[in-house]
C-alpha cells in the first residue's frame, strides 16, 4: 500500500504501541508519532523506540497527520477527540481501536471537523498485559480487525483504513456499529465479565482453602486468571458504555446456566454430555478458522 505521509498514535499501551511496531515492519507510514497524556508512558515509550517522535502535546501529535488513532480507553474517547479535533488536517483519517463502537459514534462523531474522514475500527487481538513495553508487531497477524464505517462515510477513506489494517497483518470486516457491539458482547464481553467474577470468588476463598486455589490451580482457572488480568481502566470503560448489549447476552447465558444447574441438581447427565459436545465443536471451529491452537497453552504471551 501506499503509506500515509504521518501516522498519529494516541495513546500508547499495548494496542497503540503494538500498532506503531507493525506499521513500521510494514513500512505503512512515513514518519510515526505518539502522544499519550502520561509523562512517564512517554518516557518508557521513548525507551524502547517505536516511533520517530513523541510529543506530550496532542495537537503537536496530530498536526498535519494523514492518520490519527486513538488508542485511548472508551470512556476517554470524548475528551481525546475534543482535545485534537481543531488539529486535524483536512483529508485526514480518524479511526480508533475501540471495543465499543455504538458510544465512539456518537461521542467522536459530532466533534468531527468538515473534511475530516471519521472511520471507526476495532482489532479483535490483544493481550493481558499493558503499557508501551507490552507491544510487539505481531499482534494483529492472522487476527481480525472490524472496521464500523458510519452512514455517508468516504469509500476512499475506508477502503485506505482497510487496507492498513491489512498491512498490519490482519483479516479485516465491515460491521454495522451497533451489530459489532452485540457480537462482542458474547465474544469478548460476557467472557471477561465471568473471568473477573470467578477469579473474585476464587480470591474470597482462597483464605477459607489456605491457599490452595492458587497452589493447586487446573488449566481452567488458569485461563480465566489471564483474562481477569487484562487493563481495568479498559474493561471498566468497556461494561459502562456497552452495557445495553451485555446485559442482553447476560440475561441469555444466566438462562443456559439455569438449565446447566437443574442437569447438575438432578443428575441429567445426558442433557450435560449432549451440551458438552455441542460447546466442543465451537471450540474446534474456532481452531479450524486460525483464531488460536490446538497445541497445550500454560501460558501465553
Known amino acids: 500500500m501506499e503509506p500515509f505521509n504521518k501516522l498519529a498514535i494516541i495513546g500508547l499501551g499495548l494496542i497503540g504501541s503494538s500498532i506503531a511496531h507493525?506499521?513500521?515492519?510494514?513500512?505503512?507510514?512515513k514518519q510515526i508519532v505518539g502522544h499519550d497524556a502520561s509523562a512517564d508512558v512517554l518516557k518508557r515509550a521513548r525507551a524502547v523506540g517505536f516511533a520517530d517522535a513523541l510529543e506530550f502535546d496532542i495537537g503537536a501529535a496530530v498536526a498535519d497527520a494523514d492518520l490519527v488513532?486513538?488508542?485511548?480507553?472508551?470512556?476517554?474517547?470524548?475528551?481525546?477527540?475534543?482535545?485534537?479535533?481543531?488539529?486535524?488536517?483536512?483529508?485526514?483519517?480518524?479511526?480508533?481501536?475501540?471495543?465499543?463502537?455504538?458510544?465512539?459514534?456518537?461521542?467522536?462523531?459530532?466533534?468531527?471537523?468538515?473534511?475530516?474522514?471519521?472511520?471507526?475500527?476495532h482489532p479483535?487481538?490483544?493481550?493481558?498485559?499493558?503499557?508501551?513495553?507490552?507491544?510487539?508487531?505481531?499482534?494483529f497477524d492472522g487476527r481480525w480487525s472490524i472496521i464500523t464505517p458510519p452512514p455517508g462515510a468516504d469509500a476512499g477513506a475506508v477502503a485506505r483504513l482497510k487496507e492498513f489494517w491489512q498491512g498490519l497483518g490482519s483479516q479485516v470486516e465491515l460491521m454495522d456499529p451497533a451489530h459489532h457491539d452485540l457480537v462482542l458482547a458474547i465474544t469478548s464481553h460476557?467472557?471477561?465479565?465471568?473471568?473477573?467474577?470467578?477469579?473474585?470468588?476464587?480470591?474470597?476463598?482462597?483464605a477459607v482453602t489456605e491457599g490452595e486455589v492458587i497452589k493447586y490451580s487446573a488449566g481452567g482457572?488458569?485461563?480465566?486468571?489471564?483474562?481477569?488480568?487484562?487493563?481495568?481502566?479498559?474493561?471498566?470503560?468497556?461494561?459502562?458504555?456497552?452495557?445495553?448489549?451485555?446485559?442482553?447476552?447476560?440475561?441469555?447465558?444466566?438462562e443456559d446456566l439455569s438449565i446447566l444447574t437443574r442437569a447438575v441438581r438432578n443428575g441429567d447427565g445426558k442433557l450435560l454430555f449432549d451440551f458438552f459436545t455441542r460447546t466442543r465443536a465451537i471450540r474446534k471451529a474456532i481452531i479450524e478458522q486460525g483464531q488460536d491452537s490446538a497445541a497445550p497453552n500454560f501460558g501465553r504471551k
Request: hydrophobic share 50%; charged share 15%; glycine share 10%.
Open 22 to 29: 507493525a506499521a513500521r515492519r510494514g513500512k505503512l507510514a
Open 190 to 206: 460476557l467472557p471477561h465479565l465471568i473471568a473477573y467474577n470467578i477469579v473474585g470468588t476464587a480470591h474470597d476463598l482462597e
Open 69 to 121: 488513532i486513538l488508542c485511548v480507553p472508551v470512556g476517554a474517547m470524548k475528551a481525546a477527540a475534543a482535545a485534537l479535533a481543531p488539529h486535524l488536517a483536512k483529508g485526514a483519517i480518524l479511526s480508533d481501536v475501540g471495543g465499543v463502537k455504538g458510544s465512539v459514534v456518537s461521542d467522536i462523531g459530532p466533534l468531527v471537523p468538515k473534511g475530516v474522514h471519521f472511520i471507526p475500527a
Open 124 to 139: 479483535i487481538a490483544g493481550t493481558e498485559f499493558s503499557g508501551p513495553e507490552a507491544g510487539f508487531a505481531t499482534l
Open 221 to 254: 482457572f488458569r485461563d480465566f486468571t489471564r483474562i481477569a488480568a487484562s487493563d481495568p481502566t479498559m474493561w471498566r470503560d468497556v461494561f459502562l458504555n456497552n452495557r445495553q448489549a451485555v446485559l442482553e447476552v447476560l440475561g441469555r447465558f444466566n
